[in-house]
C-alpha cells in the first residue's frame, strides 16, 4: 500500500456527513464514520484538505483508491463529488458513495449499482450533477416514530442503537471495499441484508 498519482485513481469511495465534532456521533455521519474505518482497516495516510473535501489515498490489493469526505454542507456534496469526478477523471462506475438511510431499519445495509435520490439530503445534491449511475452503499438508521426529520438524522445515537450502527458500518466498510475488489454484484450477494 502507498501513495500514487492523481491520474491513476481506479475508484473513489466517498462517505457522506457533516465536519464538526458536534457531529461526529449522530446518525447522519454514517458515511464518514465508514470512510474512517475503511482508512484504518488499510492503514491508509491521514486525509488531507483540499478543495471541497477531505482525501486519503491508498494502494491495496492493486487497486488505487481514493477516501474522501466531503467538506461542503450536506445538501452540496455534489459539488466535491464533481471536483473527485473531474480531477481524477472518474466515471459514475467508479465511484461508491456511502450514507445514512432512514427507510431501512437500524443497522441495515444496502449496496445498488445506481438509482435515484429518495430523501437523503446529499444525494439530492449528487444526483443531478453527476447522474444516477455510482454505486451506493446505505447504512440504515431508521425512522422517526414521531417529531421532526432534521432533529432525528442530527441527534446523537442513543446508547441503545450505538452497538448496531458500530457493527453495521463495520460491515458497510468491509462491502466497500469488497465493491472494490470484487465487484458490486458479488459485493451484493455477499452484503446486503435488511
Known sequence: MGLFFKSSVDIAIIGLGNIGEQYAQTRHNMGFVTVDKIAQSLSAPPFKARKQGLESKVT?????????????????????????????????????????????????LRLRPSGGAGTHNGMRSIVPVIGEGFIRVRVGIGKP???????????RIPKDEQKTLSEA????????????????????????RR
Open 60 to 108: 491495496h490489493n492493486g487497486k488505487k483508491i481514493l477516501l474522501v469526505k466531503p467538506t461542503t454542507f450536506m445538501n452540496e456534496s455534489g459539488n466535491c463529488v464533481r471536483e473527485v469526478m473531474d480531477f481524477y477523471k472518474l466515471t459514475p462506475e467508479r465511484m461508491v458513495v456511502i450514507y445514512d438511510d432512514i427507510d431501512l431499519g437500524v443497522g441495515g
Open 145 to 155: 416514530q414521531y417529531g421532526d426529520l432534521g432533529d432525528y438524522v442530527l441527534a
Open 169 to 192: 458500518t463495520d460491515a458497510a466498510a468491509d462491502a466497500a471495499i469488497a465493491v472494490v475488489q470484487d465487484g458490486i454484484e458479488r459485493a451484493m450477494q455477499s452484503y446486503n
